[in-house]
């Protein structure tokens, strides 16, 4: 079933981390299995903001937590061996959970190559890459993911994010959602449906050197958005023409670094609710995920099949 919602404030920033997370519990009843979250940050701009992990979570109750925390410290000197390699200063490491780090780094060179070699390790996937977008995602609700990785006082312009109700692929991080849009900075996709061409449409894109890190269909979404702005499409190019290139029933949001954009199929068999004024648009799968930033009477409205719209900061 699934969850998604996402908002952007037009023109000012605000506490999206606190915001999102009220909106993603909301939408619990929809997706208990992971939560994940991708917030445009007020960063400096400068650097990059890499997020990664090298495990999964084995749970906090697990036996095998220490045993596991040695393996996650090997890989973790593999990827600052291979950082060292490829030129890449980190400026700022946090490691936030035992598999789960960031890291603030200058980098000037090409973003493909890079993930291909970080992500050539063992175990080792790059949940994004961005100077404004912090993507984490995990197992439990809203709450619990939040207090994890101290997501409360996040400040930004947008975010969004996602319930998951696992149903295509395993309970895991690594078919959590959002998805980055690899191999580009600052682009992620969160998406409620069910994709009938996934197969097919993964064989097309990995021939031509694309990049999937799970067997979930959503990840397809983020994959085809990439390769077609690869080939220079705007992103609301790309969009539209997933309207055709994707089969099945789907309702999607995408994030970049100045923008938020959403897509309805031709079925308009998921639901979506949007509310939108001047400073602010906010939108999920429920209006109750709305409601629960903006208690007081406003007016909502449901798009019409196969539209696209994007939002600008």
């Not at 709450?143 to 895991?172: F, P």
């Not at 004024?277 to 939108?283: F, G, N, P, Q, T």
Request: aromatic letters at 8%; hydrophobic letters at 35%; glycine letters at 10%.
């Amino acid at each position: 079933m699934c969850g998604i919602a996402g908002l952007i404030h037009r023109g000012k920033s605000s506490n999206v981390g606190s915001e999102l997370q009220l909106m993603l519990q909301a939408l619990k009843h929809r997706g208990p299995d992971s939560t994940g979250y991708a917030l445009y940050a007020e960063n400096d701009g400068k650097n990059f903001i890499m997020r990664f992990k090298v495990g999964e979570n084995v749970g906090e109750g697990s036996t095998s937590v220490n045993e596991d925390s040695s393996v996650y410290d090997k890989r973790k000197k593999l990827v600052d061996n291979m950082l060292g390699e490829l030129g890449a200063k980190v400026i700022k490491e946090d490691r936030l959970t035992p598999y789960s780090f960031r890291y603030e780094m200058e980098f000037n060179d090409d973003l493909m190559e890079f993930s291909k070699k970080i992500e050539s390790i063992e175990s080792v996937e790059i949940l994004s890459m961005g100077k404004s977008l912090e993507l984490i995602k995990d197992l439990g609700d809203a709450a619990a993911v939040s207090e994890r990785y101290g997501l409360g006082e996040v400040k930004g312009t947008h975010a969004i994010g996602h319930a998951r109700m696992a149903t295509e692929s395993g309970v895991d991080i690594k078919s959590a959602h959002p998805f980055w849009g690899y191999p580009f900075s600052d682009v992620s996709v969160v998406h409620n449906g069910q994709l009938t061409n996934y197969w097919n449409n993964r064989r097309v894109l990995e021939n031509k050197g694309m990049r999937f890190m799970s067997e979930c269909d959503s990840e397809l979404i983020a994959v085809y958005l990439a390769e077609k702005m690869r080939n220079g499409a705007t992103l609301e190019e790309g969009m539209k023409d997933s309207l055709t290139g994707l089969d099945g029933v789907f309702t999607y949001f995408v994030a970049t670094k100045d923008s938020l954009g959403m897509a309805k199929d031709t079925m308009a068999a998921k639901p979506l609710v949007l509310y939108e004024s001047d400073d602010l648009v906010a939108m999920g799968s429920e209006e109750i995920a709305i409601r629960s930033i903006l208690p007081q009477e406003i007016d909502t409205y449901d798009p019409f099949d196969g539209e696209v719209k994007v939002w600008q900061i």
